[in-house]
């Protein structure tokens, strides 16, 4: 008799299990669990809903599902912590990865349609995919706010994520992100074309998806943004295009555009060291002939010209070298140092 009932409730504990697992699948993919610096752990793009104690996995994920904003969760298996955000596709934390889960949730549908996409998919069955931030925007999808989203910038490319600012109208598409795991730059065509780092630290979009934005016909200005750690300033270009990879990304650059109040001044531009025109290099493919990549120790549209660039934002934050460290030098040519940069779609 005793037998029987712990065979039953095995079997029952088995199949709940199963059910529940099964069902914890069904809403929500797995995703990473990433460690990025402890600077990095949030900001505005990742907003932080809620954090408490659950017994498991599943509770978190309950948590999750009964909260009307939440489209991921991170539960810590030894602490219990279970806690949720907004969106984006991984999870950060600055502690130990081992013990960590981390799900995002897939489509949140009734009988009828979907009534909540993850971010950046649309439609009654979010059968859709915006093909960056200002086709969101341009859609009316989201909250004035900014948030983590996924895009799919052409048919033939494959689902990125990014993070959108919608209150300023821009799309990062790169972002040397100070408190963040430091990332080298200094990387093959290969890599600079098919982008690397993590969206929310420090990030390259790549070449190849950023052609294909740029090929749907939206314009964008292509704005240089850096920080100090209590001010910052920027700059903005007009007519921004790139070629195709066959034509080694040659960028089209118009118009230094300054803000009266805020303006780094204008270094791609300069009529005896204007970058319209000139292809991306990298070190080992460089159209530089003057080794800028090593030099600058990063990829980027250099001058065939001994003085290679008189900016560098994809070198290093602090080298022994001037070249290599980031700069940006003005028409006067005044150099400004800083502490974080980004390069932005403005639309
Ligand atoms: C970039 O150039 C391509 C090819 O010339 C063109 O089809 C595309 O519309 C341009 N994109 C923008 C944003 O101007
Ligand atoms: C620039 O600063 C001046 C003086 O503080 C202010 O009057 C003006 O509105 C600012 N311009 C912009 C575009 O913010
Ligand atoms: C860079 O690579 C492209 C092919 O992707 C090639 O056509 C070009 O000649 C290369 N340029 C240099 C300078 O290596
Ligand atoms: C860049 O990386 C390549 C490959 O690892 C290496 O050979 C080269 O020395 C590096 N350059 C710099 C400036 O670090
Ligand atoms: C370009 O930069 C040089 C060197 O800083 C400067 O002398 C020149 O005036 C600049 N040209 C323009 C058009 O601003
Ligand atoms: C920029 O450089 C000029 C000439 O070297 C100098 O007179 C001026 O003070 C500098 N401006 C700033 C803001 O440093």
């Not at 490319?157 to 790169?174: A, G, N, P, Y």
């Not at 002939?289 to 602090?318: E, I, T």
Request: glycine residues 6%; contains cysteine.
């Amino acid at each position: 008799m005793a037998d029987h009932s712990i065979l039953l409730l095995l079997i029952f504990e088995f199949l709940f299990c199963f059910v529940i697992s099964e069902n914890l699948e069904s809403k929500y993919i797995k995703t990473k669990v990433l460690t990025e610096g402890m600077f990095c752990l949030t900001d505005d793009f990742l907003r932080i809903l809620d954090e408490e104690t659950a017994y498991s996995i599943i509770d978190c994920a309950r948590f999750c599902s009964s909260n009307a904003d939440c489209r991921k969760f991170m539960f810590d298996k030894e602490t219990k912590l279970c806690s949720l955000t907004e969106s984006g596709e991984n999870c950060i934390t600055d502690e130990n990865v081992d013990n960590k889960v981390c799900f995002r949730q897939k489509s949140v549908c009734n009988e009828v349609n979907c009534i909540r996409c993850p971010f950046g998919y649309y439609g009654d069955q979010c059968q859709h995919i915006i093909q960056d931030c200002s086709h969101g925007s341009q859609l009316s999808l989201f909250p004035v706010r900014r948030l983590m989203s996924f895009i799919r910038p052409s048919q033939n490319d494959r689902i990125l994520e990014v993070k959108c600012d919608f209150e300023h109208s821009v799309m990062m598409i790169q972002y040397r992100r100070f408190g963040c795991q430091e990332l080298d730059f200094n990387r093959t065509m290969d890599e600079y074309a098919g982008g690397f780092g993590y969206p929310h630290g420090n990030y390259w979009l790549g070449l190849d998806h950023l052609y294909n934005i740029l090929q749907n016909s939206r314009q964008f200005k292509f704005v240089v943004f850096v920080t100090f750690p209590s001010s910052s300033l920027f700059g903005w270009y007009m007519d921004f295009n790139i070629s195709s990879r066959l034509d080694n990304y040659r960028i089209s650059i118009n118009s230094y555009w300054p803000d009266p109040n805020y303006s780094i001044g204008d270094s791609l531009t300069n009529a005896t060291f204007n970058i319209d025109g000139r292809p991306f290099s990298t070190y080992d493919n460089d159209s530089s002939n003057h080794n800028c990549p090593d030099r600058f120790k990063g990829g980027w549209w250099f001058l065939d010209d001994p003085v290679c660039s008189r900016a560098n934002v994809n070198g290093r934050r602090f080298d022994n070298n001037f070249e290599a460290t980031w700069h940006w030098l003005d028409n006067l040519g005044n150099r400004t140092f800083f502490y974080d940069v980004q390069l932005r779609l403005k639309w």
